[in-house]
């Protein structure tokens, strides 16, 4: 049986969808770590580890003291022996993306692509740790998605101009023909 999520990748959906793929393994949102001031967004059982799952919006891209809080509760987690799973907006979870983020396979029908389709938040309006943040992400996702992404932005390009979508030290993203 295939889990199903229409249009866009929100948090209550990747919850959903999270949810009713690990069944009784699930831990619940808004999860607090015993002895912390930190919360993430859900979680669940994988054997002997837990599993943290933050879905990240557009501002932890662009405010630095997100980006910050982001660091600290990711230094927390590892020293609580937690796996901590960030899924990006602008990634939709279909089975490839699954499987990237945990690690099994799931089958995952979802009907929305990849990248900036209807955000208008690009990786122009990200703070330059954002952009160092969305680098690195991009880079470590499989490549069907990654030239997905890249695809969504040469299309926002056309739409926008290339100096509202990527900034300069990523031009060659839209520019390129290939991966990189």
Known sequence: MAVRIEGYLVEGKLAAALREIVGDRWTG??????????????????????????????EHYRNTMKIKADR???????????????????VQLDSVTFRHFFGFDTEIEQDFPHGFITTKIFPASCCELGVQRFTREL???????REAVRGSLRDR????GIEYVVPAGLRHLVLETGLS
């Open 29 to 58: 949102t808004e999860l607090k770590v015993s002895g912390t001031r930190r919360r993430w967004d859900m979680g669940f059982v994988d054997g002997d580890r837990r599993v943290v799952v933050e879905f990240d919006g557009d």
């Open 72 to 90: 600290e509760k990711d230094g927390v987690a590892a020293s609580e022996g937690l796996r901590v799973v960030r899924v990006p907006y602008w």
């Open 139 to 145: 880079a470590e996702l499989p490549p069907v998605v």
């Open 157 to 160: 390009v056309v739409e926008h």
